[in-house]
Each structure stands twice: as C-alpha cells, then as structure tokens.
C-alpha cells in the first residue's frame, strides 16, 4: 500500500456515518466509512476510490483530492498534506545545528516571563526552558526530559489526560515531518518512540494538525495536580521552533496551578 493509501484508509476509518449526514443501516464490520461510501460522497466510481486506497492509482487529480478532503472533512493541514502525498513540495532541511540555535532575543523574552515556557524545535526537542518551565521538566528520569513525545511515551504518569494530551502532539509532529520526511534527526525520533504500540496506534491514524492550543493536566511529584493550560507560538525568525507557554486552567479560584511552582521556586 502506497503513503497515499495509507492515508486514505486511516481518514476513511476515522470519519463516522453521522459526520457525514448517513443512516445507520445494518451491521458495519469495520469501523468508519465503507468505500461504497466515500466513493459516492466524493463523486467518483468504487473501482476508482479502491484503487487510490490500495496503492494501484497514485495520481489522482486536484478535483478528486479536494472531493475526498470534504468527505473526510480534512482541516487545512490534513488537506495540505493529503496533496503533498500526491504532488510533494520541496521542503528545505534545516541542519540540526541551525535548528537548535534560539535567537537571544527569544531567550531573553522567555526568561522575563512569570510562567511556564518551553522552546521547542520541531522534533519537540525542549531546546530552552525559563526557571519555571524547569519544573515542569523535572519530573521522572532526565534523560527523557529533552524531549516532549519521549518524555510523554515514556513517564505517562505524569499526564493525567495522557490519550488526548499526546495525541495532540504526536498530529503536531506528524504535520511537522510531512509526508516525504527526509530530516534523519526527525526519522531517528519516529523510528525509536514506533517501538511503542500506543505511539504506532496514534501514527498510524494520520492526524494532522498543528498543536496550538490544549490542556494539560499534571502530576507534580513536589506540588500535587497541576491543571494547565497551553498557547503554542511560532517564531518566526527560526522556522519550526514553536514557544509553549502555559497558564492555570482557573476553573477553581482556589486551585493555582502556576502560583504553586512560584512557591516551589522560591523555596
């Protein structure tokens, strides 16, 4: 089967009945849509839409692409990327060196900050942390610190909401990579965290989307629960670095999740 159709058949069991304004008529063996179906929705033959899915067909046209996009009801990136599986674009690699160069200035901004903030780069690398973003990274084992996917996979008790927390971030490193990776670095990172079933469960869906926002529900080993939440923000001067800062999800007026490691600090 082609990255095409891979793609295709992921969406195609992630898209359910109702999504798409169908009755639920007898028994389905199969999660999602039937091919029947998304070939009738999207305006073009069976035979076709099979083809496409098994890697027999590999060029199909704009139409067709933006037809299955609606019918998968793809988000800009999804849609994006289903159209550099068919026709990819040129993506220029930054060499790793390049890519964990922060600019002072964003060093200096970060530090000012009174919360939480990261620095990642676009393999989720945790290149720099202000004092407070420390204590968030200190949980667990230090060697799966400098990383956010690796720590995720590898100490999931810290992350009360793990399943969608995660997910989030491994569609965010998925709409990184692309769909024609050629960064060895980033390939070096897929190819070690696959050795993890959930991870190749949650790669193997095809989510694209950038991770802009989200929650994040902690267990501090010092402080108790944190519940936060997050702002992802792009630097653009260094393309591919993000800036993650957090606050505290205010729903109790006397649950402070960022006043806690204030006093942590200042201890």
């Known amino acids: 089967m082609s990255a095409l159709?891979?793609?295709l058949r992921a969406r195609r069991q992630a898209t359910t009945p109702d999504q798409v304004g169908l009755?639920?008529?007898g028994g389905r063996r199969t999660p999602g849509l039937r091919r029947s179906e998304v070939a009738?929705?999207?305006?073009?033959?069976?035979?076709?839409?099979?083809?496409?899915?098994?890697?027999?067909?590999?060029?199909?046209?704009?139409?067709?692409l933006e037809a299955l996009a609606r019918v998968f009801q793809l988000g800009p990136e999804a849609t994006e990327h289903l159209h550099d599986l068919v026709r990819p674009r040129r993506r220029r690699v930054v060499p790793a060196d390049r890519a964990d160069q922060i600019n002072p200035a964003v060093v200096e901004?970060?530090?000012?900050?009174?919360?939480?903030?990261?620095?990642?780069?676009?393999?989720l690398d945790v290149i720099f942390k202000n004092r407070l973003g420390?204590?968030?990274?200190?949980?667990?084992?230090?060697?799966y610190a400098d990383n956010l996917l690796r720590h995720?996979?590898?100490?999931?008790?810290?992350?009360?909401?793990?399943?969608?927390?995660v997910g989030e971030?491994?569609?965010?490193?998925?709409?990184?990579?692309?769909?024609?990776?050629?960064?060895?670095?980033?390939?070096?990172?897929?190819?070690?965290?696959?050795?993890?079933?959930e991870f190749?469960?949650?790669?193997?869906?095809?989510?694209?989307?950038?991770?802009?926002?989200?929650?994040?529900?902690?267990?501090?080993?010092?402080?108790?629960?944190?519940?936060?939440?997050?702002?992802?923000?792009p630097i653009s001067s260094a393309p591919g670095q993000i800036i993650l800062v957090c606050q505290s999800l205010m729903d109790d007026p006397f649950d402070d999740s960022v006043a806690k490691l204030r006093e942590l600090l200042a201890k």
Request: glycine share 6%; with cysteine; charged share 25%.
């Open 5 to 7: 159709g891979e793609f």
């Open 23 to 25: 009755p639920h008529i």
């Open 40 to 64: 009738e929705l999207a305006g073009i033959s069976i035979d076709y839409y099979m083809r496409l899915e098994q890697g027999r067909e590999r060029h199909p046209s704009e139409q067709v």
């Open 109 to 123: 901004l970060v530090q000012s900050w009174s919360y939480p903030a990261l620095v990642l780069n676009r393999r």
């Open 134 to 143: 420390a204590t968030i990274c200190a949980y667990g084992n230090p060697e």
């Open 152 to 165: 995720a996979f590898y100490e999931p008790d810290f992350y009360q909401n793990w399943d969608s927390a």
């Open 169 to 197: 971030w491994v569609a965010h490193l998925r709409a990184t990579a692309g769909p024609h990776c050629d960064d060895p670095f980033l390939l070096e990172l897929i190819e070690e965290l696959s050795g993890i079933d």
């Open 200 to 233: 190749r469960r949650m790669w193997a869906r095809h989510d694209v989307r950038t991770n802009s926002r989200g929650l994040a529900f902690l267990r501090h080993s010092e402080v108790g629960d944190l519940k936060l939440t997050y702002e992802t923000l």
